[in-house]
């Protein structure tokens, strides 16, 4: 037992003398002030992930009241630049500048605008996102209305996480059951008030 107890304390004074020698070889490397400073090249493992090293950002909206005439997909329109970073708009396309992934949120105000008689079914219409004319899976919405609801409207949200690379272009697609019933997207521009768009879009990207 006394034997084992000497032996103990042997490690433990060996383990202090090895980190007190550590101690001062590491403090004969400390580089004072004014001294030329020696980087070491750090190697990381080849799967560590790269530093999200951009920001890009962006909100658009749209004062254009838009209504499509057909039951075919169509593309929204936005002519308000509110904010821009690294993204771009022309028309109806987004574009962005660099790789990254991108925090996208758009709200379209929605509305039974001008039914006809023969509007007797509940009707409806969808919004969703596509990048280079492909659609976005599962970032479609849907808005439903029936006549008696005419004049009502919605301010929708629908929201998505995307992967995006450098000059993709981005669209908001909508597409209606029944042109007659008259749905679309109402810009409002009320007296003395800032405008209430047809649609907004937010962008946040983060990224090489």
């Not at 990381?44 to 658009?60: D, I, L, Q």
């Not at 904010?83 to 962005?96: D, K, Q």
């Not at 925090?103 to 509007?119: C, S, Y």
Request: zero cysteines.
């Amino acid at each position: 037992m006394r034997r084992l107890l000497v032996l103990v304390i042997a490690a433990v004074l060996s383990v202090g003398a090895f980190g007190m020698a550590s101690a001062v070889n590491e403090s004969e490397n400390v580089t004072g002030l004014g001294d030329e400073i020696e980087t070491e090249l750090i190697i990381e493992p080849e799967n560590a992930a790269a530093p999200m090293a951009g920001f890009n950002f962006a909100r658009f909206s749209s004062s254009i009241t838009q209504q499509p005439n057909s039951t075919a997909p169509v593309s929204i329109v936005m002519d308000q630049i509110d904010a821009a970073f690294g993204v771009t708009l022309e028309g109806e396309n987004i574009s962005v500048s660099s790789d990254g992934v991108y925090f996208i949120v758009f709200t379209p105000q929605v509305g039974m605008l001008n039914a006809t008689e023969n509007v007797t079914e509940p009707a409806y219409t969808d919004f969703w996102l596509t990048v280079n004319g492909v659609d976005v899976p599962n970032s479609n919405i849907r808005w439903q209305s029936t006549k008696e609801d005419e004049g009502h409207r919605d301010v929708i949200t629908g929201q998505m996480v995307v992967l995006l690379r450098a000059e993709d272009v981005l669209n908001v697609r909508m597409a209606v059951s029944d042109p007659e019933a008259g749905i679309g997207i109402e810009a409002v521009q009320p007296e003395g008030e800032p405008l209430v768009p047809s649609i907004s879009i937010s962008i946040f990207g983060f990224g090489q």
